[in-house]
């Protein structure tokens, strides 16, 4: 007989700095431990920047449909996060983004507001807005900004 466990970990709950393996164990019914590992599962500590943009600025140069040509301007927060490595752009309409066509990569150029090139960038013909995502080690934050 199988039978399934739910654990939930608590937000805020610490790790030790060098684990980056969970560990499951089988157990007897009548509560000895056995020693074999029944399964192992890497960790992803998602800790996604918490930066949002204050701004993004983009004339598209390209006048055919369908691609993008331009320089794009981000203006950091003005509290901007340690952790921001790169800001991910993504076309998609006002509503949403596309997350499946990522149309650029712009990393983070410290002091200065940061910038990127679209060179001749091909788009989902649908595509209306820009969207830009604060992203570092940890993962990429949840909320965007949109031209």
Known sequence: V????????????????????FLVFTQRVSGGESAT???SMPIFDYAPSMEIADSVEFDDQDPARGRLAG???ITRSSTPSTDTERFRLYPGN??????????LIVPVV???????TFFETHIPLDA?????????SGGMH??????
């Open 142 to 147: 949840s909320d965007g900004l949109t031209v």
């Open 110 to 116: 410290p002091g200065s507001d940061t910038a990127g």
């Open 128 to 136: 209306t807005h820009v969207w830009v995502f604060a992203e570092g």
């Open 94 to 103: 006002d509503t949403a983004a596309n997350w499946s066509h990522p149309a």
């Open 71 to 73: 320089v794009v301007t």
């Open 37 to 39: 590992c029944a399964m």
């Open 2 to 21: 199988v039978k399934m466990y739910n654990m939930t970990i608590n937000y805020g709950t610490t790790l030790p700095s060098m684990d980056s393996t």
